[in-house]
């Protein structure tokens, strides 16, 4: 399955974003979908993931409360919907993929990525 990340950009801290990760290639709802996050100097972290279905959500303790994760099946997208952004939350964004992952707080070992998608919180 091939991932494209879009929406990412510069906003004031306090802001909102809403990232997007279109796919193709193969059925879109056989997948966990998840996004990453990687800041300048640091390992790429987990964000959030979902399930196949939509339902049940997944959120590491930074984004809880402030991130949505959700998909649209039909429109083969998952998204991230980013609110209340703090600088610390800068980052390169990433969605990946994977049928079947070990676990749903952990993408480290997910089988497909997107490119990456920059948001920049400025203070």
């Known amino acids: 399955v091939q991932l494209q990340a879009s929406g990412g950009g510069l906003v004031q801290a306090g802001g909102s974003l809403r990232l997007s990760c279109a796919a193709s290639?193969?059925?879109?709802?056989?997948?966990?979908m998840g996004w990453s996050r990687q800041a300048p100097g640091k390992e790429r972290e987990f964000v959030a993931s979902i399930r196949r279905s939509g339902v049940g959500t997944y959120y590491a303790d930074s984004v809880k409360g402030r991130f949505t994760i959700s998909r649209d099946n039909a429109k083969n997208t998952v998204y991230l919907q980013m609110s209340s952004l703090k600088p610390e939350d800068t980052a390169v964004y990433y969605c990946?993929?994977?049928?079947?992952?070990?676990?749903?707080?952990?993408?480290?070992?997910?089988?497909?990525w997107g490119q990456g998608t920059l948001v920049t919180v400025s203070s």
């Open positions: 990946a993929a994977d049928e079947a992952p070990r676990s749903y707080y952990d993408t480290r070992g997910y089988d497909y």
């Open positions: 290639g193969r059925t879109f709802s056989n997948y966990v």
